[in-house]
């Protein structure tokens, strides 16, 4: 029999308010997730507690591994476009857009003046749809319910332009080698207009509703904090590396699709905690905005395709008329097009960071070697780093406030 | 003197989330008089844009005959392998027929547990027999049930007229 002397009552309070731990290192295991809701997907984080405090976190992957690189493998170039969209599913048109961009290198080919307009318009379209989502769930994990609804109901406005100018809300696959799946619809242009009315409203309403809450600030500023050496160190990139000072955004280096010619602000703070890596994502949503309606004003006429004579699909009317056309048509359809021999390594800025696409042909019609480098992946090895030493209940603030996507890691 | 400073900050921030959470309650509340953005959708129709890639249909011609002539083109495309076709001839004339060309699909069947919807097909097909419709009502029991076989496609063309959507 135990005596009553013998069972110790564990204080875990104690060591929250940094005295001393009288129970010395009896620490406990908790797992977090795969299915918790504030782990964003299927994330497991096996922490060590000590008390309250989080002495280890370590992220477990993998639940979501679907083996997508090895399936892009044994897809035509262009049906691959149905997968990358399926990787980063609240940044599907950035990904499309990336693997484009690095088959178009690899062939030598440029998209005409308004394809190139028009990605950078949707692509920028779903940045701000992917923050939305960022924004209501990590609003909502720190405590606030009614954020989300209004997020999710600007959200949604976006994602009836996608499924207007391309027939799905998600997995649009718009963006074709050398090209676009169709040219713009009448109805899309005043159904966009009408968004980026409306949008700066929006902001400016989320912005007094969370950005100047009392209790909000309380609970994300100083903490989980990463150093600027440190974030690049870890090989951190995205709004969560620009929010610890570090001015490196893809889109000003290394710029594609012209963004070049546009004028916006890459926003950038120097604290590197939850509070600042929000205000980069605020701010960012702003600048895609910026960018949104530059789109608009310049959208020039003209074709969507290249007139590589490989990649586009012939006229329709011709191919029902003529046997030759029909016969090209039927190859393309069937077999696709090969590209020449050679690897291409083509990073883009997607919504959470550097996304690359590391592409090597052997001059068929199929990729020898797709290799992805998803922003996600990366961004989540510091949430050790990160999670040291501060309280379970910021560790749910600190994943939220790096914008995982667990379809991004596990591929 | 720390301590008057401690009061007084804590009576600061006691102010400062008083004034948060009535601005936060504000918001809310300003939201009541709006329009509701939710759709019974059962009841009221809801809105599709015209180009949305839904459940497929076979189309037919003008006279009533099928348009789809076996040609495989929809199956190459896919890239899910989700279209199975067996193909076969009828050497009756035209008007005898019930297809447009002696070439025609015995068998067509789509496995919609494969489908990811990516509307390669309908680009493909070289005769446009293959097309998307604005149908996403397909909740089954079984897996099986899933594949749809070609007189459920065809009809699938009469079926989304009656669907309770509005077309944008």
Redesign the interface.
């Known amino acids: 029999m135990i005596s009553t002397k013998e069972i110790v009552v564990p204080t875990a309070s104690v060591t929250a308010l940094g005295k001393r731990d009288p129970l010395g290192d009896q620490r406990m295991t908790v797992s977090l997730g795969p299915q918790h809701p504030s782990t964003h997907g299927v994330l497991r984080v096996e922490v060590e507690l000590d008390g309250e405090v989080v002495v280890a976190a370590r992220p477990d992957i993998g639940y979501l591994h679907t083996g997508m690189e090895k399936t892009m493998e044994n ?2 170039w ?2 691959v476009v ?2 990358t969209c399926r990787m980063d599913y609240l940044n599907s048109m950035g990904n499309d857009l990336g693997y484009v961009l690095a088959v178009e290198k690899l062939l030598g080919v440029e998209a005409t003046p308004r394809t190139q307009v028009l990605r950078v318009l949707l692509t920028e379209l779903n940045r701000i749809c992917s923050h939305l989502v960022w924004w209501g769930t990590h609003v909502m994990d720190i405590g ?1 319910m ?1 954020p989300f609804f209004y997020a999710f ?1 600007q959200r949604e406005k976006i994602l ?1 332009l996608f ?6 809300r998600f ?1 649009q ?1 718009y963006f074709r080698i050398g090209g676009l ?2 040219d713009l ?1 009448d ?1 899309f242009m005043p159904l966009l207009k009408e968004f980026v009315a409306q949008f700066p409203d929006f902001l400016k ?1 989320a912005n ?2 969370v950005s ?5 600030q309380t609970r994300t500023k100083g903490i989980g904090i990463i150093g600027a050496e440190d974030a690049i160190n870890w090989g951190l990139s995205g709004p969560s590396l620009r929010a610890s000072g570090v001015n490196w955004d893809i889109r000003k280096s290394e710029p594609y699709t012209g963004y070049e010619t546009y004028d916006f602000d890459v926003p950038l703070a120097q604290d590197g905690d939850i509070w600042a890596r929000y205000v980069v994502r605020m701010r960012e949503m702003e600048e895609s905005l910026k960018i949104v309606q530059q789109a608009i004003d310049r959208l020039p006429a003209g074709p969507i395709q290249s007139d590589h004579p490989k990649l586009k ?1 012939p006229d329709r009317d011709l ?2 008329q003529h046997i030759d056309v ?1 016969i090209h ?2 190859l393309l ?2 077999e696709g097009f090969t590209v020449p021999i050679g690897e291409v390594y083509f990073p883009i800025e997607s919504a959470r960071g550097e996304l690359g696409y590391y592409l090597i042909s052997d001059g068929k019609e199929k990729p020898w070697r797709v290799r992805v480098k998803t922003p996600s992946f990366m961004n989540l090895q510091v949430l050790p780093k990160m999670a040291e030493g501060q309280l379970l209940a910021d560790l749910i603030g600190i994943i939220g406030s790096i914008d995982i996507v667990l379809g991004d890691i596990d591929r | 003197m720390s301590i008057l400073s401690e009061i007084i900050g804590t009576v600061k ?1 006691v102010i ?2 008083a ?3 009535a ?2 309650m504000s ?2 509340l300003s939201q009541i008089p709006k329009a509701k ?1 939710t759709v019974s959708y059962p009841e009221e129709p809801v ?7 839904g459940e497929h249909m076979l189309t037919r011609n003008a006279d009533g005959k099928e348009n789809c002539v076996s ?3 929809c199956a ?2 896919c ?2 392998d989700a279209i199975y076709i067996e193909g076969a001839d009828d050497p009756r004339p035209y008007a005898e027929r019930e297809t447009q060309d002696h070439r025609y699909a015995k068998i067509y069947r789509i496995d919609y547990g494969r489908c ?5 097909c309908t ?2 097909c ?2 446009d027999a293959i097309k ?1 419709g604005h149908n996403f009502e397909w909740a089954v029991y079984t897996p099986g049930e899933m594949v749809k076989d070609k007189e459920y496609l065809l009809k699938n063309f009469e079926r989304d007229k009656d669907l309770n959507i509005k077309l ?1």
């Open positions: 897809q035509k262009q049906q149905t997968i606030a009614s109901d009836d499924e207007c100018v391309s027939g799905a997995h696959s799946q169709a619809p109805t309403m007094k509703l100047g809450n009392k209790i909000f699909l191919m029902k029909m048509h039927f359809a069937s | 921030d400062d989330v004034r948060s959470t601005t936060g918001i809310t953005k809105t599709i844009f015209q180009r949305f890639r040609c495989f083109l190459a495309a890239p899910a990811i919807l990516c509307g390669f680009e493909a070289p005769t998307h944008v």
